[in-house]
């Protein structure tokens, strides 16, 4: 059962939470998102999992992502009837069937054969909204042509006539929600990428020619396949031209200079983008306003999972006071979500919607399809489940002051 279906079955079901479809054997003790992580780890070659999970340096926004959902404990209300609940969420004129997506992962096509594709199918089986990210190995008019309402994820480059040349291409293709990301001025430091072996492109080497033999389901089911179906995958989306390989001896791929970016070039971008434009990796009230001054459809409170600035602050602690400077768009949330009672903390302090990540990326490496699917259905329960047991049976009906004590 998709998360969708499971949904519509809690609006009418007593006590149960949503039931899958048949789960494989080799899924079944996978119980969590957590679970997902070690089972990827063994799945996938380390320079491939490296890239999914590390952060940058110290790794200190990485934990605080996870810990700072510790600061508030629950206080249910009992003996309401939450026989009939949902968690519908209209975001942006769509109802989704949850309050959660899947935020971009970039070369997805390396964790399972097509990954890109197979998230967004997902997704939209489930009726949540997937965020592709422009650094995807397949070509953004590949998902877009399947009409499976993916949002595009962008860097802008680093001058206008790109940025034009870009827009115009995702526009071309039927993208209708832009995400810009906003919080890489310059590369992070990749020290602990380059620990696990991996660069941007791939070296061949003896440790890489390693890795992959000694992942076999991965090698052939994988990369192998890929090459044979598609060719050497490349960075497809970054620009409106194709990048570089993924895998090259002497191939540099191009990091445009963003270090001069600033608001007249979002400024720019939404004077060509008629759709619906989010911004993303917002840490600072300031900036919210700014971005919703200037004509921001919503914003994504978000620290990039930890991966550029090493010690800035997790999103959740700023949260409430981005909702509070920008009430008239939808304010959400990415970074540390793993289990229902998270996401229920975020929206209860204010976020509209939040965003996962790494968890969607392991399910994919370990299941592709089915992991991805399953992965949707346990978050799915945890929400259900939680909402419950805190006595609501609408979102809408969660309040921080009611149903949140903040530990001391």
């Known amino acids: 059962m998709t998360a969708v279906t499971a949904s519509r079955e809690l609006s009418s079901t007593s006590h149960s939470a949503p039931s899958s479809t048949v789960v494989p054997p080799s899924l079944r003790p996978l119980r969590c998102l957590d679970d997902f992580e070690q089972a990827a780890r063994l799945r996938l070659p380390r320079p491939v999992f490296g890239y999914l999970s590390e952060a940058a340096e110290t790794k200190r926004s990485l934990r605080d992502n996870r810990e700072c959902f510790d600061d508030f404990g629950f206080v249910p209300r009992v003996m309401i009837d939450v026989s009939k609940r949902s968690m519908a969420t209209t975001l942006l004129g769509h109802e989704y069937a949850a309050p959660f997506g899947m935020a971009p992962m970039g070369i997805s096509a390396l964790y399972a054969y097509r990954g890109d594709l197979v998230l967004a ?14 650094s995807s190995l397949i070509r953004l ?50 020290e602990n990428f380059a620990r696990n072996g991996f660069s941007s492109p791939l070296r061949p080497s003896m440790r890489l020619v390693w890795e992959g033999v000694s992942h076999p389901r991965w090698l052939f089911g994988t990369f192998l396949r890929t090459i044979a179906r598609h060719g050497v995958p490349h960075f497809e989306n970054n620009y409106a ?14 990091f445009a200079d963003r270090g001069h970016l600033n608001w007249e070039h979002f400024a720019l971008l939404r004077n060509l983008w008629t759709g619906k434009i989010i911004v993303k990796g917002i840490l600072h009230e300031h900036d919210a ?27 959740l602690r700023v949260l409430p006071e981005i ?22 903390k975020a929206l209860a302090l ?3 919607f939040v965003f996962v990540g790494r968890p969607f990326g392991f399910a994919l490496a370990v299941g592709g399809a089915q992991g991805v699917t399953h992965a949707l259905n346990l978050l799915a329960q945890e929400v259900s489940r939680n909402m419950a047991m805190l006595g609501i049976t609408r979102l809408e009906e969660l309040n921080a002051d009611m149903h949140l004590f903040r530990n001391q």
């Open 121 to 134: 199918r997902a997704a939209a089986r489930a009726n949540i909204p997937m965020i592709m990210s422009s």
């Open 141 to 190: 008019e590949d998902v877009a042509s399947e009409k499976l309402g993916a949002w595009f994820q962008a860097y802008l480059p680093g001058d206008a006539e790109d940025i034009t040349a870009l827009i115009e291409r995702v526009a071309k293709a039927g993208f209708t929600t832009l995400v810009l990301t906003v919080d890489t001025p310059v590369t992070p430091n990749a």
């Open 289 to 315: 306003r700014i971005a919703r001054d200037m004509g921001a459809d919503g914003i994504i409170v978000s620290n990039h999972g930890g991966r550029q600035l090493d010690g800035a602050v997790a999103p």
């Open 323 to 344: 909702v509070k400077a920008c009430p008239d768009i939808p304010v959400m949330l990415d970074g540390g979500i793993r289990r229902g009672t998270d996401v229920l």
């Open 241 to 254: 031209k194709r990048g570089a390989p993924i895998l090259s001896s002497s191939v540099t791929r191009d």
């Open 350 to 352: 204010g976020a509209k």
